[in-house]
């Protein structure tokens, strides 16, 4: 047996181990490489500073804690921007499984920021029918939550002064990590209600989430961890993002060496196999 | 530190730590981990779903406000749960039928309009642009969105890509050309996508070692350390009592 043939069949625990260690070093000792904002993340933070205080935002934390480690940053990024700039701040998710998250997040940053619930902000909580929500919610804010995630009616409410439907938000991002998220605030929401909107999301499904970018049907777009840590940069707030991306720029180069060894490994089999092939004739 | 800060950095490192382990091979931790995963998904929604559905929704402002239209879509929900009995099954006919015409009815004329008229809109711009006062503009940078550069490579991707899903016509001579240039745009968006997948995988990842990372504290009880050593434990006798059994047989 070759070099190469026992390369092609080494034990896969070892490949989970090199990631593992790749992952784990510079978590324990960071490197800080530098970040570079795109913009698509820069769209959204632009948008965000043009907003005068006392704006309706709305953000759907449209995600479970299976996409923590992705949109959690996102959200926190988000959500003391938004306190920073005394905007109104409306939460809501479309994922039962995140409700409990949602308002662990919304709560924390608002304590951290020294808000007050139902004055600064309220978090509506979840609301079942998914896309039938946004439409219920475009009609009428207060049908679809006619009390907030704590049990208190919603109309009356001072954070909700002058809202009564979608039309009313001046800024509304969804951080989705798959359906109802992004795609159906735009469909279902800001198509018919029109709305501004921008998008979060987990990075399998940034791709997909590009072609709505580029047509500015959203106006901008926070991809995966990566996202979170530009966001991060934007509002100079390190947090787990930024921290993780040494981790994210090591395991990636791990798999790029891993990728091009196991096609030289492959193809060195392949014309050995030929050869032999050859010389047998 | 409260005592329930606590138990959960315990519990949410013996959990990760036993889901790690199946890359080392199945085993009973595993399989405990994702059976708890499993049932305390669905608990979780049921409780949401019954305090947020039956009490907020529809028990509260029918009993307290006397919001008596709500029983009309609370009767059209009751009709699904005859499926239950062979009988009155077909009562749920209506039920369904009720979701999907309106179902149907709201969501075609958005999706028709967000995914098919925008898009194309988009992908048909102008290579040349008549501004007011300037005369024609035209940019050729692939960074630029509006770029006439990036309009002609979309609109080569999308044709190419259509034209290869075209199976009435033999893929032979320029067909196959243009088929093989949209497979070509298909690799790209495949490579992409997987290049997204592996980003998001690896940032999940980093998400359990960040929280490992933490419960190493002292402040936590070092739930990191101790339950990686038991795990390891556990994984080492049971690799030796599959070994002994083999050896038996």
């Known amino acids: 047996m070759t070099f190469a043939e026992r390369m092609l069949k ?29 913009p698509e993340v820069r769209g959204v933070y632009d948008y965000m500073e043009s907003l005068p205080e006392g704006s309706v935002f709305l953000l759907s934390l449209d995600f479970d804690p299976a996409s923590k480690p992705e949109l959690h940053p996102q959200s926190l990024s988000l959500l003391r921007h938004a306190f920073r700039k005394n905007l109104r701040v409306v939460a809501m998710t479309l994922w039962v499984s995140g409700t409990g998250m949602a308002d662990q997040v919304v709560t924390q940053v608002a304590r951290e920021m020294g808000k007050e619930n139902g004055k600064d902000y309220v978090f509506l909580g979840w609301s079942p029918g998914g896309t039938a929500v946004i439409m219920n919610m475009g009609q009428d804010l207060y049908g679809a939550f006619p009390v907030d995630y704590s049990g208190k009616p919603t109309k009356g409410l001072p954070v909700l002064q002058g809202v009564t439907n979608l039309r009313d938000v001046n ?10 998220g992004v795609e159906a605030w735009y469909v279902f929401g800001k198509d018919k209600y029109k709305f501004e909107l921008g998008g979060g999301c987990t990075g399998v499904m940034a791709p997909g989430l590009y072609p709505l970018l580029r047509s500015g049907q959203i106006n901008g777009l926070i991809g995966g961890l990566r996202g979170a840590a530009e966001y991060e940069t934007l509002i ?13 720029s090591s395991t990636h180069l791990a798999i790029i060496v891993l990728v091009i060894l196991c096609n030289l490994f492959y193809f060195s089999v392949r014309r050995q196999v030929k050869h032999q092939g050859h010389s047998g004739l | 530190m409260p005592i329930e800060t606590i138990i959960g950095a315990w519990v949410a490192t013996g959990l990760t730590l036993f889901i790690f382990s199946f890359l080392y091979r199945d085993n009973p931790l595993f399989k405990l981990a994702e059976n708890l995963y499993v049932g305390i998904s669905v608990g979780y929604t049921i409780v949401k779903t019954y305090d947020t559905v039956i009490v907020y929704l529809i028990w509260n402002p029918i009993v307290k406000n006397g919001e008596w239209a709500l029983l009309i879509p609370v009767a059209i929900g009751m009709l699904m749960l005859t499926r239950y009995m062979p009988k ?3 009562l749920s006919r209506y039920a369904f039928a009720f979701i999907v015409g309106v179902g149907s009815g709201l969501a075609i004329p958005r999706v028709i309009s967000s995914y098919i ?3 194309i809109e988009d ?12 005369g024609l503009s035209f940019t050729w940078s692939l960074l630029s969105p509006a770029s006439s550069l990036n309009t002609i490579i979309i609109l080569v991707g999308v044709s190419s890509v259509l034209f290869y899903f075209f199976f009435s016509v033999e893929h032979t001579g320029l067909g196959k050309v243009v088929a093989r240039t949209g497979i070509l745009f298909l690799m790209v968006a495949f490579g992409a996508a997987f290049g997204y997948t592996v980003m998001a995988r690896m940032s999940l990842l980093i998400g359990r070692f960040d929280d490992l990372i933490e419960f190493t504290d002292p402040s936590y009880g070092r739930p990191s350390l101790w339950l990686m050593g038991l795990t390891i434990l556990i994984l080492v006798m049971m690799a030796q009592r599959s070994s002994h059994k083999s050896e038996e047989e």
């Open chain 1, 10 to 38: 080494i034990d896969r625990r070892l490949i989970f181990l090199v990631i593992g260690l790749c992952t784990l070093l510079p978590l324990l000792y960071p490197v800080g490489l530098p970040i570079k904002i795109s």
């Open chain 1, 171 to 180: 800024y509304a991002i969804s951080l989705g990590a798959g359906n109802p």
């Open chain 1, 236 to 248: 100079g707030q390190k947090g787990k993002a930024i921290a993780g991306m040494d981790a994210q």
């Open chain 2, 88 to 90: 009155a099954a077909w």
């Open chain 2, 117 to 119: 008229l925008k898009q």
């Open chain 2, 123 to 134: 992908t048909v711009r102008p290579l040349l642009i008549m501004v007011p006062g300037e």
